[in-house]
T-cell receptor, first 111, second 116 residues
Framework: KQEVTQIPAALSVPEGENLVLNCSFT??????LQWFRQDPGKGLTSLLL?????REQTSGRLNASLDKSSGRSTLYIAASQPGDSATYLC??????????FGGGTRLMVKP | GAGVSQSPSNKVTEKGKDVELRCDPI?????LYWYRQSLGQGLEFLIY????????KSGLPSDRFSAERTGGSVSTLTIQRTQQEDSAVYLC??????????????FGPGTRLTVL
């Protein structure tokens, strides 16, 4: 059974800092890995999807990497802004076609 | 274009009542998923529909939970004889194929269910 872990569970940083969120998974037989953002009381917004054959994806200030063999992914956020404050969820797409989610990292960027 | 929509946005019910939650996926998406997000449990998969195939019900927590997808589009999640532990946010997602490595799941805003 796939298990996904995210570290840290919560993070508070001053505006402008670069930061890294970590995700690890136990079963490397994945189709892809997605990073989502969730604002309080809202649904999930897809940020980046990395296919199993890829090493990284970039979108604006976000960069996600994937090391499938070691079961790890990182989400790098450059020059953080208060608007980046949210919960970030990592999810792995397995052969069972559902996503298995990590517990999330609650990010607070202070002005 | 329109995203995934869900209704109602909030539902308060009494223990023992039945509830129906609705999901309208993105037009043209063949795959539809239901997840549940509750305190202490995180986000967990419930059920998956892909085209005309039999649904994957492996995540349903009990036989009080059922779901159907009519005409390959709208889906309804039904919870019978609701219990307080059913209180959660129920999220629906859809994706284009459900089977490709580039397949992105798009989520609706969720239905917050409170069982008193």
């Amino acid at each position: 059974k796939q298990e996904v872990t995210q570290i840290p569970a919560a993070l508070s940083v001053p505006e402008g800092e670069n930061l890294v969120l970590n995700c690890s998974f136990t079963d490397s037989a994945i189709y892809n890995l997605q990073w989502f953002r969730q604002d309080p009381g809202k649904g999930l917004t897809s940020l980046l999807l990395i296919q199993s054959s890829q090493r990284e994806q970039t979108s604006g200030r976000l960069n996600a990497s994937l090391d499938k063999s070691s079961g790890r992914s990182t989400l790098y956020i450059a020059a953080s802004q208060p608007g980046d404050s949210a919960t970030y969820l990592c999810a792995v797409h397995n052969a069972g076609n559902m996503l298995t989610f990590g517990g999330g990292t609650r990010l607070m960027v202070k002005p | 274009g329109a995203g995934v929509s869900q209704s109602p946005s909030n539902k308060v019910t009494e223990k023992g009542k039945d509830v129906e939650l609705r999901c309208d996926p993105i037009s043209g998406h063949t795959a539809l998923y239901w997840y549940r997000q509750s305190l202490g449990q995180g986000l967990e998969f419930l059920i998956y529909f892909q085209g005309n195939s039999a649904p994957d019900k492996s995540g349903l927590p009990s036989d009080r939970f059922s779901a159907e997808r009519t005409g390959g589009s709208v889906s309804t999640l039904t919870i019978q004889r609701t219990q307080q532990e059913d209180s959660a946010v129920y999220l629906c997602a859809s994706s284009l194929t459900g089977t490709s490595s580039w397949d992105t799941q798009y989520f609706g805003p969720g239905t917050r269910l409170t069982v008193l």
